[in-house]
């Protein structure tokens, strides 16, 4: 069973920048997509971008063009470059990966951005 962890979540002002790292504890040449997803307090769960085994990438409107998703499969680790951050950014974002299936069937446990204002 192969698990994910999120790490690089933190605190930071408005405007400013992090990176989130999603490890693999196996390969993820074989995930057919990974992605990532937020969930705010009191909102749903949101994916906001998402990168297949090709490198096709897609975002939500609310991150296109601030947020970049990258994959490194000799690391085993995606990556989520956030910029320009925005209090609405605040969330616990989630890693996660499908391998075969249309659904993301593996879970990170989550890591906080907190955006200050």
């Known amino acids: 069973q192969v698990q994910l962890v999120e790490s690089g979540g933190g605190l930071v002002q408005t405007g400013g920048s992090l990176r989130l790292s999603c490890a693999a504890s196996?390969?993820?040449?074989?995930?057919?997509?990974m992605a990532w997803y937020r969930q705010a307090p009191g909102k749903q769960r949101e994916l906001i971008a998402s990168?297949?085994?090709?490198?096709?990438?897609d975002y939500a409107d609310s991150v296109k063009v601030r947020f970049t998703i990258s994959r490194e499969n000799a690391l085993n680790t995606m990556y989520l470059q956030m910029n320009s951050l925005k209090p609405d950014d605040t969330a616990v974002y989630y890693c996660?990966?499908?391998?075969?299936?249309?659904?993301?069937?593996?879970w990170g446990q989550g890591t906080q951005v907190t955006v200050s204002s």
């Open positions: 196996g390969s993820i040449f074989s995930f057919d997509a």
């Open positions: 990168i297949t085994n090709t490198g096709r990438t």
């Open positions: 996660a990966a499908r391998r075969r299936s249309v659904r993301y069937d593996y």
